[in-house]
């Protein structure tokens, strides 16, 4: 409760006010060539995806517990 508010209470606010987050890429080759991998994250601090979501329901993906990305690791 570091806002005073609880998980569920700060994620209701959000969708109230129409906050979500967004994918962004993260270039792992500092832009010497096009970045082709995966190495995604989530963030409020953005106003459009940088990859599009999959609409294919024949084989979703779900990525859990994925940890921090450090370049170099």
Aim: hydrophobic share 30%.
């Amino acid at each position: 409760m570091y806002c005073g508010s609880t998980e569920l209470e700060v994620r209701g606010s959000r969708q109230r006010f129409g906050i979500r987050p967004f994918v962004k890429q993260i270039d792992t080759v500092s832009g010497e060539w096009p970045a082709q991998t995966n190495y995604l994250y989530l963030t409020y601090h953005g106003n459009n995806d940088d990859v599009e979501s999959s609409t294919s329901e024949e084989a979703p993906i779900l990525v859990l517990g994925s940890g921090v990305y450090r370049i170099g690791k």
